[in-house]
């Protein structure tokens, strides 16, 4: 990553973090895109160009994409459940890891605001489609695409299970094993 990515990065954290601890503090309905920039020093324009709606503020991360990297690195485990699963279940150890208070801070965000949620879904398949996509790079075959968009659902709402009760919790259980109790609930052996 060169200087140029390393600023617009820091930038992004750094007016993500001002608007979660605005929402937080102020409300999100009350908060505006503007408060946002002058909480993070830079302009309304700058905002919208790392985050082109108010909801992507709180929904923003980096961990669909790494769950489509991932996924195209592990090798071709049966059933592709268990290969979904075991992508999520990397993503999540390494989220719940990373920065647990501002991942529970956005977490009980999109639980308590009512367009976070409805926007939830969006971002739910944007990840669905990213997965899918990844496992069906090399192939055209319908059944096996299918499958995946199958598999990619049934894991991304063990994961929305699993981060609900996390977030009801406060973060002191371990989010990955959340994960995988549930999935071992749904599909009936350990992953």
Known sequence: MNLKDRQRAETRRRVQRQAIRLFEDRGYDTTTVN????AAGVSAMTVY?????????????????????TISKLPAIE??????????LQTLELASAHDKEFLLARLRLMISTQALRARHLDSQYATQEAVVAAVCADTTDPALEYQARAAASACLGIVHIALLRWAAENGETNLPDLFRDAFQATFGHKL
């Not at 059933?79 to 999520?88: A, E, F, H, K, M």
């Open 35 to 38: 408060d946002v920039a002058v």
């Open 79 to 88: 059933p592709l459940v268990d290969r979904i699963g075991q992508t999520v």
């Open 49 to 69: 160009r790392h985050f082109p709606t108010k909801e992507d503020l709180v929904l923003y991360d980096e961990l669909d994409q790494l769950a489509a990297e």
